[in-house]
């Protein structure tokens, strides 16, 4: 929940780790010292503690950034023109910082980032307190002045991706803090089950929806996507879930795999590349002969998981090893060729004029019902 | 140079900036930094602090430039404009800051964060603790994967004309876009732009993981007029004027395809369904992994579509392929090959298929 975990993202979004500039994460540093230099002015003494914790930093940090200041200063850099910092007491105090006493204000893309995301929020009505989120609209608008013009260029529309009926339950009982009872399709092994689950958070990730819950039929937390809930209703029972119930970030996985599973070896094109962040990999490195592209290692419990998603991919991945399993993978794209176009031979003689035939009556699709 | 080294001669080139009267000069500013001693050379040193200026602005810093009369070339000249330096006071509630927080949580894992993150940073400096008690545990997040993001959702913050090769998502065709950009979209977990295609003259739908590499600006900043009624969403939600649903039928064989029942909204036992869908790829990419289960009945894109699935990830795991041993075909395959017959005389074909349909 810190809003200052933010490490991956940069990572992730970069070509390769050739494509981050140098020095990255100075600015995002200095951004933190302009801010914190006319707090702790106004607050002369402040335990270190204390203002880590405000500033969601260890307070090896927040020395290390007193560190810093005590040697900045102004042209010159005499004595006279640094910063002076002292906290070997363990409280701060600040002095001769004059000229960046005051807090800087709001980047473009910083008020950018956070109006798009609270106009996302009020989006979602009857998520958050309203009171509390026109406030917050409000006050940054006033706060980012000519920043804000740009914010109306990003837009989010997440209510897309979900039933507004499932997310409307949901939600209710997350509120009111209600059990809910579930029908769920298990997509990877196709089965539809039925169970009582006390709900956490509730998460848009990618356009879709998360709930992530304790589940009472597992005994742990699962995470349910929303559109392969069949039904929800909630129940007249307690929904707080019990104290070993931990939520998980969302892109990170709810399971270490154990030493036991097999290790199977993956390449990766670039646009496979979304592949390795969104599933748990021990490993990933960039592949010389293919740009952006990476090979990862995963362990992987169930071949069949592998096997669909490998064809999901269509080519942008390659299963490297074992060599079984890249067998399995070649005779299901195979035998899925021959049923296909064994049909396409019966009865789609001419391939290429068809443009047209998206609507429901098309003469040649007709002709195999029954 | 090490990230801590950098802090330190931004925030020295800050500080400079702003204790100024007058307009700095390059050359005054190399003096006046001491970590711009490292630059061996005046083409170094230029370039760090172009890098510089950058950061600064990007972090909201208000550098301004302008000349001195006395001077008698026109040289720029460099100082931090100290009326627009200052976060106007705003007393936010602890609530709101909470709420605040989520909104940068949005951003999370995405190409924002760091931006985000900074501007929550900023906000709790005003001093504030949040409350987030009256969260509720909703949380949404985007991503930013595609790599045109970066460039067209800078182009379109500074409405600026840009210039890209584009995949045509219905005939798989590539070619020159020049395009106005006006907004910048996500909606089922993809990201859109919305503009005025220049050659086209009209309103146009790019999707992000379609743009190529090389996105180009053809014109200044703020030069494009947005229309003051877009609905970009609508746009979006039906896009290139298409309808926003058409069906799929697809038949299923056994039990498998669960999610496809699903979404038809079929019973658990039909093998023949009847699947609302907008975008094709997205649909071939759920169909794909059920192999030879499933069969695309119609519409004929969506079976190309999925067909070129299949047929990529066959090239890619083809014997010779791999490393180099041919036929090396184990006896673990599990039972599903009815096509063993006459696989070996299609080898050829569906490689070259997967060369030029694969991303």
Redesign the interface.
Known sequence: MSPARTGGAGGGRAAGPGAVAPGAGAGDRLSRLLAMVPWLLERQGVALEDAARHFAISTDQLVADLELLFVCGTPGHMPDDLIEAEWESGHVYLGNADAIARPLRLGQDEALALLVGLRTLADLQGVEDSAALEGALAKLSAAAGDAAAAAGSVQLDLAAGADPGVLAVVRGALSRSRRLHLRYLVATRDETTERDVDPMELESLDGRWYLQAWCHRAQGVRRFRLDRVLAAEELDADGTPPPEAVARDLGSSLFAPGDEVPLVVLDLDAGARWVAESVPVEDVTERPDAPGGVRVRLRVADDGWLRRLVLRLGGAARVVSPPALADQVAAAARAALAAAEGYDEDERPDDGDERRADGDGGPGPARHRG | ????????R???L???L??TRRWLRKEQIR????QYSEATSDEAFDRMFE?DKE?L??????LVTGTDAAWFDDEAGYRVDRD?????A????P?????????????????????????????????V?PD?S????????????E?A??PL?AA????APVTFRYRTGRTGETARRRVE??????????WYLVGHDLDREAPRVFRL?RVSPGITRTGGTASVP?PEDLD??AL??GRDGAPAE??A?VRLTG?????LR??AGAP?DAH?V?VPFADVDELA??V?????E????????L?DA??????????????G??SGQPG???G???G?????G??DG?TGA?AAA?GGG??
């Not at chain 2, 509720?136 to 930013?144: A, I, L, N, Q, S």
């Not at chain 2, 950009?181 to 993809?190: E, F, L, Q």
């Not at chain 2, 794909?288 to 030879?292: Q, S, V, W």
């Not at chain 2, 499933?294 to 894109?301: G, N, S, T």
């Open positions: 140079m090490a990230p801590a080294q950098r802090t330190e931004l925030l020295n800050v500080i400079a702003l204790s003096q006046a930094v001491p890098r950061e602005r990007d972090l909201g810093v208000p627009a330096w200052e976060l106007p705003v007393d936010v509630t609530a709101e800051l909470a709420v605040l927080g989520l909104a940068s949580r949005v951003w999370q894992q995405a190409s924002l964060a760091g931006p985000a993150s900074r501007a929550l940073v900023k906000l709790r400096a005003l001093g603790e987030e009256s969260l509720v545990g909703v949380e949404p997040r985007v991503r930013t994967s790599p993001f970066g959702y379109t913050r500074d409405r950009p006006w907004v910048i979209t996500s909606c089922y977990g993809r993981d947005v970009a969403r979006v939600r058409r069906t039928r039990s498998a395809g669960a999610g699903l979404r658990a023949e009847e990419q759920e794909a992994p059920l192999g030879a499933a069969r695309v009945l119609d519409p004929p894109d079976r999925v067909l070129a699935l299949w047929r990529g990830a066959l090239a890619a795991h083809e014997p392929h791999q090396h075909h184990s673990q395959q599990t599903q090959q009815t096509g063993t006459h696989e299609r569906p997967a694969a991303r």
